[in-house]
């Protein structure tokens, strides 16, 4: 039986995510609200379903469309990881042959069929006797209870969604198989449960930037009505939306899965064992490390949210210097650490590194870690500067930042900032949105006039790759080091 955690960070409920139930429109003082002020929905009667189909978490959310409530939630691991836990290793499987292809396309479904049921399950809209493709309601019929479907994802993960190739998405310039939306009866993709129910895939922007920055960039217009407007998608492909003075634009950064707690010698997924937070207790000279463990019990290993804190702890302590480099005992005395901080740097197989938890339990951060950040965080913010470039807008300009993302969520924003990873400005410009692409799936479940909000986003928008701009390599080795936030 599939477990009703999230994916992403193992918590049954996960303010983080935004996807708890109960969630109303128009809410009444005191109850949580999903959507931003603003926004209004469809008549409509019946059920549907959003889907976010993120490359490593698939999360589903159910809605009475009458009534405008969202009934229940389901999160699980994206099945399509057999061909690689990245996109780019997912459309390299993709284009071996019309065999694989057809193979991500059908686990997918089989997945979307599978959370659909459950959904339906839990709440008691059909009886635990489905079969593959009728549903028993307890009355000797047959029917189908979900009428209308959304989607979003990455531009790859729509595109094996609806079938297509992904020959646009595998060598520069890279570009998308559709525009717009695509509205097809669920039968027409493979599905048997929601055979009856209008699937609509919403548009992708272009290039690796998909349906899940739209519906973020379509979330941030009417939560937010100025201009100098950036959101932030952090992850292995950060995508970064400028809502400009005059344009808009977005572009996809390529961190790789550093920040998310891949590539790192003991980085793990925000799961029970994950070094969650880092921070300094104690003053000057009897500072120490701190840190604090999901679900309380031994360390296991560190998750992206701790890794932010490390680089920017260790960098307040000096123990990493402006270049990124690690300091070794002998070093960090000389350079006045504490004594308890230098008595946690070693060195393993020649590589210096730093122990950050109890030595009963050790969790390390190592050289090459930071590089790999390094790298992480340079590309990201490479990215925001290649976009405000093209606008002339500088950093005192912005009106805010939205970080997007269930892993964004979970950033310290005065963290971020200290790294380098965003733009120095105060923090009250700077926000955590939760999963708004999966609330931009759910305001396009309910309107149809966000449907078309979307689809002339699209075309707005001005997509950017990174690999072709001059700018983008300057401002990436600027942003390596750690001695200024430009």
């Not at 009703?4 to 935004?18: D, H, I, L, M």
């Not at 393993?348 to 790999?372: C, F, H, K, M």
């Not at 909000?453 to 401002?475: P, S």
Request: proline fraction near 3%.
């Amino acid at each position: 039986m599939m477990k009703r955690k999230c994916a992403g960070c193992k918590k049954e409920t996960c303010n983080g995510c935004s996807l708890n139930p109960g969630m109303k429109i128009n809410s009444s003082k005191g109850e949580p609200s999903l959507f931003p002020e603003g926004f209004s929905a469809d008549e409509g009667e019946g059920y549907g379903i959003a889907f976010d189909i993120g490359t490593t978490t698939v999360a589903a959310m159910l809605w009475d469309l009458e009534k405008k409530v969202q009934l229940e939630t389901e999160t699980c691991v994206n099945p399509q990881r057999f061909a690689g836990s990245d996109v780019i290793s997912r459309i390299a499987y993709s284009t071996g042959g019309e065999e694989n292809r057809q193979r991500l396309h059908s686990v997918i479904v089989e997945k979307m069929e599978e959370l659909a049921k459950r959904l339906c399950i839990q709440a008691g809209i059909v009886m635990e006797n489905t079969d593959n493709g009728k549903v028993g309601d307890g009355k000797d019929s047959e029917y189908f209870p979900i009428s209308r479907v959304t989607a979003v994802g990455n531009t790859a993960m729509c595109e094996i969604l609806l079938g297509l190739s992904l020959e646009g998405l595998s060598a520069a310039p890279f570009h998308k198989e559709y525009t717009g939306c695509v509205r097809k009866k669920g039968r027409e993709l493979g599905f048997s449960f929601l055979q009856e129910a209008q699937i609509t895939v919403l548009p992708s922007i272009d290039g690796y930037v998909g349906a899940d920055a739209l519906a973020v960039y379509t979330y941030v217009k009417i939560r937010d009505s100025r201009r100098n407007v950036l959101a932030v998608d952090i992850g292995t492909n950060g995508e970064i939306l400028l809502i400009g003075k005059e344009k808009s634009y977005a572009c996809s950064a390529a961190a790789g899965p550093a920040l998310e707690g891949a590539a790192v010698f003991q980085g793990m997924g925000a799961a029970a064992g994950a070094v969650e937070e880092v921070k300094i207790l104690g003053s000057f000279p009897r500072q120490d490390i701190y840190c604090r463990v999901i679900g309380g019990g031994s360390p296991k290993g560190i998750c992206g949210s701790g890794l932010v804190d490390a680089l920017a702890v260790l960098r307040k302590l000096k123990v990493i210097d402006e270049t990124g480099y690690l300091l070794n005992a002998g070093e960090a005395r000389k350079a006045g650490v504490p004594e308890q901080i230098c008595r946690r740097l070693g060195t393993y197989q020649g590589e210096n590194r730093i122990l950050l938890t109890e030595s009963d339990s050790p969790v390390y951060l190592t050289a090459g870690d930071v590089r790999q950040l390094q790298l992480a965080k340079s590309a990201i913010r490479a990215g925001i500067e290649v976009l405000l470039k093209k606008e002339g807008i500088r950093k005192e300009e912005l009106s805010h930042i939205y970080l997007a993302g269930a892993f964004g969520s979970y950033i310290k924003i005065e963290n971020a900032v200290a790294i380098g990873l965003l733009p120095d400005v105060s923090d009250e410009r700077i926000s955590h949105t939760g999963n708004c692409a999966g609330t931009g799936a759910a305001m396009a479940l309910l309107s149809e006039e966000i449907v078309e909000d979307m689809e002339n986003y699209a075309e707005e928008i001005r997509h950017v790759e990174l690999a072709e701009e001059e700018a983008f390599q300057e401002f990436f080795l600027c942003h390596l080091a750690f001695f200024r936030n430009l």
